[in-house]
């Protein structure tokens, strides 16, 4: 089972980002502009679309958003402790909280969970990857700054999110669809947001090989192993269990656990650059979590659909 899910799930995820890799080494591609076209264009197209078509009520929207807020603390609670057993610096702590909480929901965790768990899996992850932004730009952004270098940049970071069409394409799905607006009757409107959507999967994780052919990642230290521990094999137990408090339904249980084992987001490198952070340690931590979740992955995922097999 672990080899069929493997070579089902899995390998065509690493296969995408592979070719990614390759291309960038071949043409030293632009990452900055292919990361604009998933922010400003493939994103919201998804998240847009994904609000209108799913089935979601919206008591189940704000149980996912808190989940996902219920995770992130979890993770930061967890990162504490570590960091304190570890005897870790100040901006080790930093670097450590930022790279355990947030994790790549988007041009990682919708790729899989869609793979694993079709459209309503990726139903679900829409509200996690939300609110997943919102989280990573406000209490990520506090984090980052309390210890940065750069006083006041962290309000250019927040004014930089506010400008983010993410939000606000969600909040035009919610919109019309509370007031049963005829959108998708709308071919000229309708038809091209549904091209770019569906191109988000194979676009995000070529991005993705990109940013991994991109990224010189630090030697092992015990700081970093604390960082994969807690993010690729303590994230999917705890968020186990909030979800089951929070009482979804098995499909969204599965959908939640399995993209909460996924690697360190990217965003968390971003921060630690710009606010003076450890860039070391955080592109670290996105470069070998990601590499360790193809295993990791497989078996959350195989403990899962042997999980969902019992209902």
């Avoid at 069929?4 to 065509?12: E, N, Q, R, S, T």
């Avoid at 994103?43 to 189940?60: C, K, S």
């Avoid at 700054?145 to 940049?153: L, T």
């Amino acid at each position: 089972m672990f080899f069929k899910l493997f070579i089902d799930v899995c390998a065509p995820i690493f296969c995408v980002v592979g070719i990614g890799w390759l291309l960038d080494r071949k043409f030293r591609l632009h990452l900055e502009s292919l990361i604009k076209l998933n922010i400003y264009v493939m994103v919201p197209a998804f998240i847009f679309t994904r609000v209108i078509d799913t089935e979601l009520a919206g008591t189940e929207a704000l149980r996912i958003v808190g989940f996902t807020i219920g995770t992130v603390v979890a993770m930061y609670l967890c990162s504490i402790l570590a960091s304190r057993l570890l005897q870790m610096k100040a901006k080790e702590k930093q670097a450590l909280s930022l790279a355990t909480m947030f994790y790549n929901c988007g041009n990682y965790g919708l790729p899989l969970v869609t793979l694993a768990f079709g459209h309503e899996g990726a139903a679900v992850q829409v509200y996690v990857l939300a609110t997943m932004n919102v989280c990573t730009f406000t209490i990520g952004l506090f984090l980052a700054q309390e210890r940065g270098e750069k006083a006041g940049a962290h309000w250019r970071a927040l004014n930089g999110i506010l400008r983010q069409p993410t939000l606000y394409a969600l909040l035009a799905g919610v919109l019309c669809k509370s007031f049963d607006l005829p959108i998708k009757h709308i071919n000229w409107l309708w038809q091209p947001l549904d091209l770019l959507q569906a191109g988000l999967v194979g676009f995000a994780l070529l991005t993705l090989g990109v940013q991994m052919s991109q990224t010189q990642p630090a030697p092992f230290k015990a700081p970093l192993w604390a960082a994969l521990g807690i993010r690729l094999l303590l994230g999917p137990i705890l968020a186990w269990g909030i979800a089951e408090g929070i009482g979804f339904s098995p499909q969204a249980t599965a959908a939640l656990i399995l993209a909460a084992g996924a690697p360190t987001a990217v965003n968390t490198a971003l921060l630690a650059h710009e606010f003076g952070g450890d860039a070391s340690f955080a592109t670290s931590a996105v470069y070998y979590s990601t590499l360790f979740s193809l295993v990791t992955t497989t078996i959350n995922l195989m403990v899962l659909k042997m999980w969902l097999a019992g209902f």
